[in-house]
């Protein structure tokens, strides 16, 4: 016996060799059946010998699957790797049978010290999936997908298309026979027909592995004697598990392996990350429905429908008790037609679609995401292994009532609220450390700086990434800080300080602000490049804003900023001179950061940032005149030759719509932009800049009729041997609009506009709208506004021309004037 193992599936016969699909529910039942039957003094299962110490948290009552074993290099924590077990694996079942039989569980795989040490990007073990460059591990029978995948050549050999639904057929849909044994008799009977035919499959380290099997194999036959072990593996490995091998040939095989030190824990996992979807070579299609399979206790297919009819009614859908009689009727009744000895998913979901879904593949995708695939997360005990950080985490998470959840959702946030504004602040912190857990998200019920929106979802690869941050400290807070003062001593541009600034702040990490503000100082200081200024001053003007919510003193922000828009005032006329195409529409974007960043530190200048340092204007003082001083600026923009068309354009655009032009003036520099003298690619390129990239620039004409009527001429009277060159611009620009826009101003250039760009329009106005105004149906939406405004009366003056909103007493009404 110390020179072979002879492996048979019998009990009484040698070690009884359970060959198996991972994450097969009708596996997972045979292995209980034979165990229960064979009764072994001891089960072997594949999978890392570094979790045998793990195994007896898998009968605490914290813990629920599906999870996964984590291994992780102790130096290089993203060096790591997964074994994921659900509850219909039958890896799982053999560990849950076996400590409720009071069994011993040995993990008998190529250790995970061996494997990490030697995967450069490739996978190791059948269960396993690496988060490092690797496509997961191999494909169901242990084989990796880009080789043999053995179920797909027996179901092609069976005459089956699809490897699942001939799982499903000779499998699933099995019944408990008299036999326990006779299921691994045919599998490995099958695989080794396989092995003979196609060696390893392309996966030659599996002989490596199977060595060390082997060797495991032996050594619990001694001490638990020849018929006392049972193993459960792979089917692939089964074969090779029987074949006559010395002890020193499996030796020689294993003699010289790297090695790592690692560390080794349970990890929830999800159902999704069971998919193959996901990338999980050892994955399955349908984790959602194989869990179903493996806890029915009778009638799968009506209770598959039943739950299908919950989801749908949950969803507000039209689902009745005779939708779900009907399906149950059409799924028998196909499998039938197809030779099937039950419905199997394609059946039920065939149904699905025709019965409950109306033919409608849209809700179908709601039933393949929430119950076929699903999105259950398992739990693990308090007691099991985990790094400091990960400790305090799950501390803060209960403390603010956070749950992990698979599911993504929504969190709306108050941050005038505490508990909320620890939730914002532990999310900013998970964030900094690389931990997405939570991600920003628009707010669809306020845009207000007092309320957040983010979307939670947590993953497992985010425990790799919790241990990876512990090398930053042991809790949230320390890490936090560490990690955000290395990125600002190491940060390589401008713009990445003052974002890492505005994430401090948000994040409220208070200890390494300073350190922060000293960098940033520092570059800004150092740093002549405009474009770098204008790409790093709205984050840092932002930051002024978040600090005031959050009651930070933020005055040597407030210095920074307002000194940096004075450099970005200096700087930016000669900067916008000279500029290439590509160059041009850069530097526009950047005219547009400075103008919202501008306006915002003028509304911070009401004086809620506070006072700066002795001796330095205010935020408040400082606010006062720069909205004045970047109205000059974009005046000596918008009319220096030699600046590009498109930024002189935005220019315009922006001191019209801020009030700063006087009446016509801003058709007096279309004029000047679109005269004959201009080139046509430069008046257009200006044209691109006043009227498009999503200013509301197409609103603008339909309302403007002059300024439609400058840009109609001058487009009339553009060379034909021009008109190819500048036609790219103008589709960029007038594509934008949304097409009631584009169909308006189509309706308006087709009647015509007033002669020579500012005459009156011709009569006969917009098909479908009167050419005057209509007094009456004006004067009906007053009564209506009156409530809207809260005022006490809505007057008119009887031709819809002047209308007047008066409030209520005591001062608290609203007074609107219009016309």
């Not at 935005?650 to 520099?669: P, Q």
Request: proline fraction near 5%.
């Amino acid at each position: 016996m110390d020179d072979e193992v002879r492996g048979t599936t019998r009990a009484g016969e040698g070690p009884l060799l359970l060959g198996v699909r991972h994450h097969g529910p009708g596996s997972a039942r045979a292995v209980r059946a034979a165990l229960e039957e064979g009764a072994p003094r001891v089960v072997l299962i594949e999978g890392p010998p570094e979790a045998d110490g793990l195994v007896a948290l898998a009968a605490d009552e914290g813990m629920r699957p599906p999870v996964a074993l984590l291994a992780h290099v102790v130096d290089e924590p993203g060096r790591s790797a997964f074994w994921p077990l659900a509850e219909f694996s039958p890896e799982w079942v053999a560990i849950k049978w076996a400590a409720a039989a009071g069994v011993p569980v040995r993990f008998m795989d190529l250790p995970a010290a061996h494997a990490l040490a030697r995967s450069e990007g490739t996978d190791e073990t059948a269960g396993m999936e690496e988060t490092e460059d690797t496509e997961g591990a191999a494909a169901p029978g242990g084989v990796d997908a880009v080789r043999i995948d053995p179920l797909a050549v027996l179901a092609e050999t069976a005459g089956y298309d699809d490897p699942e639904r001939w799982w499903e057929d000779v499998v699933e849909h099995r019944g408990a026979g008299a036999d326990a044994f006779a299921p691994f008799d045919a599998v490995g009977e099958a695989m080794g027909a396989l092995r003979e035919e196609y060696g390893t499959g392309g996966h030659d380290r599996d002989l490596v592995r199977e060595a060390y099997m082997r060797l495991e194999v032996r050594a619990a036959q001694r001490e638990f004697g020849s018929d006392g072990v049972a193993v459960v593996c792979g089917a692939w490995h089964v074969p090779a598990l029987r074949q006559k091998v010395t002890v020193a040939a499996d030796r020689a095989l294993l003699k010289g392996l790297p090695k790592v030190k690692v560390d080794m824990t349970w990890v929830p996992w999800t159902h999704r990350r069971l998919s193959r979807a996901s990338g999980y070579g050892a994955g399955i299609a349908s984790p959602g429905w194989y869990g179903h399979l493996f806890n029915a206790p009778d009638r799968p297919v009506e209770r598959w429908l039943t739950k299908v009819a919950r989801l749908l009614r949950d969803e507000d859908r039209l689902v009745s008790s005779a939708h779900v009689i009907e399906a149950v009727r059409l799924a028998d009744t196909l499998a039938a037609m197809r030779g099937r000895p039950l419905p199997g998913l394609t059946e039920t979901t065939d149904a699905i679609r025709a019965v409950m879904c109306e033919g409608s593949d849209v809700p179908l995708s709601l039933v393949h995401d929430r119950l076929v695939v699903g999105d259950v997360l398992g739990e693990v005990p308090d007691s099991a292994p985990a790094v400091p950080l990960q400790r305090d985490l799950t501390r803060l998470q209960r403390k603010l009532r956070l749950k992990p959840e698979a599911l993504e959702r929504e969190l709306e946030l108050d941050l005038r609220k505490e508990t909320d504004a620890a939730r914002s602040r532990l999310l900013h912190r998970l964030r900094l450390l690389g931990i997405g857990w939570g991600e920003p998200a628009v707010s669809r019920g306020s845009t207000g700086t007092f309320r957040e929106t983010w979307r939670l979802r947590w993953e497992p690869e985010l425990s790799v990434k919790v241990a990876e941050a512990g090398v930053w400290g042991t809790t949230v807070l320390g890490a936090a800080t560490a990690r955000v003062e290395s990125d600002a001593v190491g940060a390589g541009a401008l713009a990445d300080v003052t974002a890492l600034a505005e994430r401090c702040l948000l994040a409220e990490l208070p200890d390494v602000l300073p350190v922060v503000m000293r960098v940033l100082a520092d570059r800004a200081a150092l740093d002549t490049d405009v474009g770098h200024l204008a790409q790093a001053l709205p984050a840092l003007v932002r930051s002024l804003r978040y600090g005031d919510v959050r009651g930070t003193d933020t005055a040597a922000l407030a210095e920074v900023a307002v000194g940096l828009a004075e450099r970005v005032f200096v700087g930016l006329p000669p900067a916008c001179s000279g500029l290439d195409q590509d160059a041009a529409l850069e530097m526009r974007g950047h005219v547009d950061a400075v103008h919202q960043a501008v306006g915002l530190l003028g509304e911070l200048g009401s004086g809620s940032v506070g006072e700066g340092a002795p001796g330095v204007p205010s935020a408040a003082a400082a606010g006062a005149g720069m909205r004045k001083r970047w109205h000059t600026v974009l005046r000596v923009l918008g009319q220096r030759d030699g600046v590009a068309g498109v930024v002189r354009g935005r220019c315009v655009r922006i001191l019209m719509d801020g009030g700063a032009l006087a009446e016509g003036e801003a058709a007096r520099f279309m004029g000047l932009a679109l005269s004959r003298g201009t080139e046509p690619a430069e008046a257009a390129a200006w044209i691109e800049g006043f009227v498009g990239g999503g200013s509301g620039g197409g609103m603008l004409l339909v309302h403007d009729e002059r300024l439609l009527g400058l840009v109609d001429d001058w487009l009339t009277g553009v060379p034909d041997r021009a008109f190819t060159d500048v036609l790219p611009l103008l589709r960029r620009t007038f594509s934008a609009y949304e097409p009631g826009v584009r169909r308006t101003l189509g309706e308006l250039v087709r009647r015509g506009t007033g002669e020579g760009g500012g005459g009156p329009a011709v009569s006969g106005g917009i098909p479908g709208f009167g050419a005057e105004l209509d007094a009456e149906r004006a004067d009906a939406v007053l009564p209506v506004l009156s409530l809207l405004l809260g005022g006490g009366f809505v007057s008119g003056d009887g031709d819809g021309a002047g209308v007047r909103v008066g409030g209520g007493g005591g001062g608290d009404g609203v007074f609107v004037e219009v016309g």
